[in-house]
């Protein structure tokens, strides 16, 4: 049984869906946005990289700062923070002012998935928190649905013109959660050092050593592997295959669909089943087959299918992850689900960086065939040396 009423939970999941939804608007169109202001591919990637430095940074932090002051407070900062910076990603006339745009996304960006992980895990029971994580993970994939759709569709008012309309509903966002969001911590921390959540690198280093590590691992290589995803792929899909920027958009919003589909309905049926570690091995096995099979897409129906591949592998990780972390701390909810979002955003940091990097000095084989084997290895090196099966 839930310790909060579900309706309280609901502006939770908006929160990320908005949030997710203002993102979902701009990665399919981030490489041709960029590429008004003569980006090139590893460009692109440090463009779409920078979001993921700022949130490995602040993540820890905002965390931190919500065991201290509450989820509420924060929660309304990174929607406040990200309809400003999605206003200036819109209004920014030169590549230096994307970057800094992007950074501005990341650093609140970097505050409202640790908090809203941890708001869940405030109202949830053990038992029922892989439905309220799995939820969490519906609304980010319904972002994904309507987001790149939304996107495509409103850049043909104007390219800029989706940043100005994801601005307007975070604000608007912003003011329910003002209203109508209840704050879920009973018991907040004493105090809150700076030195202990700023960059937090020692805290990441501990927790790779501790009974978490394997679990932090594994988010590393599940966001490393869907920011190759996110970047990869709609650059394969233009200069191989000559998709528009909607079509790419469409492929996006499917990927949404099913994830949502699977968070919310299959999630829970299928840890039943395997058991939430056995979950998240498979899960990752079939998220690295979609991604190898990708560079083979000859016609864009077989895109998609190995798109839907990869969904299906991410759709049944990341919420499976997250429950396990938030079920085994012994620590604030707000602090390891800032850690656990850091070594996530490590991810989208290297993924992108590395993507971009190979796809314009090798081919367009290397980004999906590295990513895959790497995840691979790690899984091999999770299972047989640290003993996931033993936790």
């Known amino acids: 049984m839930e310790k909060a009423r579900r309706p309280h939970l609901f502006f939770i999941y908006l929160a990320i869906f908005v949030n997710i939804l203002g993102f979902g608007m701009i990665f399919p169109l981030l490489p041709f946005y960029a590429q008004q202001f003569n980006a090139n591919e590893t460009t692109i990637g440090l463009l779409a990289a920078s979001f993921a430095i700022a949130q490995f940074i602040l993540s820890p932090i905002w965390g931190r700062l919500s065991d201290r002051y509450g989820r509420k407070p924060i929660i309304a900062i990174a929607l406040l923070g990200l309809s400003f910076s999605f206003l200036l990603f819109g209004l920014s006339n030169s590549l230096p002012w994307l970057f800094v745009s992007r950074i501005l996304q990341g650093i609140f960006s970097g505050a409202a998935m640790p908090v809203a992980q941890a708001y869940v895990a405030d109202v949830t029971t053990k038992e029922n928190r892989i439905k309220g994580m799995g939820n969490l993970g519906a609304s980010l994939a319904a972002g994904f649905i309507f987001g790149p759709g939304m996107g495509g569709v409103l850049s043909g008012v104007h390219l800029s013109f989706p940043f100005f309309v994801a601005s307007v509903l975070a604000l ?220």
């Open 172 to 391: 608007l966002n912003l003011i329910s959660v003002l209203i109508f969001l209840p704050e879920s911590l009973s018991q907040k921390a004493e105090k809150f050092l700076i030195k202990e959540g700023f960059f937090n690198i020692k805290h990441m280093y501990q927790g790779l050593y501790g009974e978490l590590g394997s679990f932090f691992i594994l988010a590393f290589f599940w966001s490393f592997a869907l920011t190759n995803n996110e970047v990869a792929v709609p650059l394969f899909g233009m200069e191989k295959l000559n998709l528009s920027v909607s079509t790419i958009g469409y492929f996006f919003s499917a990927q949404g669909l099913l994830a949502m589909f699977m968070q919310s309905i299959l999630i829970y049926r299928i840890t039943h089943i395997f058991g939430e570690r056995r979950t998240v091995v498979l899960g990752l096995s079939i998220m690295a087959l979609g991604l190898f099979l990708v560079p083979f897409a000859k016609i864009p129906v077989f895109l998609l299918s190995f798109m839907v591949l990869m969904t299906l592998g991410s759709s049944m990780t990341r919420p499976t992850l997250a429950t396990l972390v938030s079920k085994e701390t012994h620590e604030g909810q707000g602090t390891t689900m800032g850690i656990f979002t850091s070594f996530e955003s490590l991810g989208r940091v290297f993924g992108p960086l590395l993507g971009g990097w190979l796809f314009s000095t090798f081919d367009f084989h290397s980004p999906f065939t590295v990513s895959a084997i790497l995840i691979l290895i790690t899984l091999l090196f999770v299972v047989q040396i640290k003993g996931f099966f033993r936790g």
